[in-house]
């Protein structure tokens, strides 16, 4: 995977960090990584949370046309949650996207307080589709925003950070504004991807092979979470 650096160095204010900008784009993935729910502490690449989205931004690379996609992380201001902090960078880097390259279908893929926020940037216009790992869902959380668009989370059946029952009530409410929406949960995986990591990736791949499609209806593991009435067990 080659490195843009026009938007890695360390003093650039850009929220987008991009790893792969290929010379005629087609489409675009980018990664919100995990954060904490109060901080303003500077968040940096090399936090845990932000170096976890690594091999799954390499997984999800494995599913498209190197030289058609755009591959990239948000950057955080700082780790917390806040009053919405990681969603206003999200917008940011979105619109930075779109100087950059124009208006490309975009996939976002969040893990923790990451996919809180990825779902919650659903709203932008370029967003195809969500990929929420292990995603932090408060009981309040909107989902009016996925109206219209697919949405897949995909949690660890033992999670003791963020709720599995959380992330599916989410879904159900999702489906009820017009949500192509499925969830998968990860027989004993754990919060932090680590427990049957290699299925984790795996999954990453296959979700977001489906959501870059074109088609109307998903396919494969997505359109079998989107279909069933239970969370779907790998």
């Known amino acids: ?20 900008r290929p010379q005629q784009p087609r489409a675009a993935i980018i990664t ?33 046309p190197l030289d058609e996609v755009v591959l990239a992380h948000v950057r955080y201001r700082h780790r917390g949650w806040n009053q919405g902090d990681p969603l206003h960078d999200a917008y940011r880097a979105l619109g930075e996207l779109d100087q950059l390259v124009g208006p490309v279908p975009t996939i976002l893929i969040g893990h923790s307080m990451g996919g809180r926020a990825a779902l919650r940037a659903a709203s932008h216009p370029h967003v195809r589709g969500v990929l929420a790992l292990a995603p932090w ?60 990591s ?13 959501l870059m499609r074109p088609d109307e209806r998903p396919a494969g593991l997505t359109a079998a979470s989107c279909l069933s009435t239970t969370p779907l067990m790998l």
């Open 137 to 196: 869902l408060p009981p309040d959380e909107p989902a009016a925003q996925l109206s219209g668009k697919r949405a897949v989370v995909v949690h660890g059946e033992r999670d003791q950070v963020t709720s599995p029952r959380a992330s599916a009530d989410y879904i159900t409410q999702a489906r009820a504004v017009g949500a192509r929406a499925g969830i998968i949960l990860i027989r004993n995986g754990d919060h932090a991807m680590i427990r049957r």
């Open 198 to 210: 290699s299925l984790w990736h795996q999954t990453v791949t296959a979700v977001v092979t489906e």
């Open 1 to 20: 995977m080659s490195i843009v650096r026009e938007s890695g160095g360390e003093s650039a204010p850009s929220a987008l960090w991009l790893r792969h």
């Open 32 to 64: 919100l990584h995990g954060g904490r729910a109060d901080s303003y502490q500077t968040s940096q690449r090399w936090h845990l949370a932000a170096m976890r989205m690594r091999p799954v931004l390499r997984a999800a690379a494995s599913a498209v």
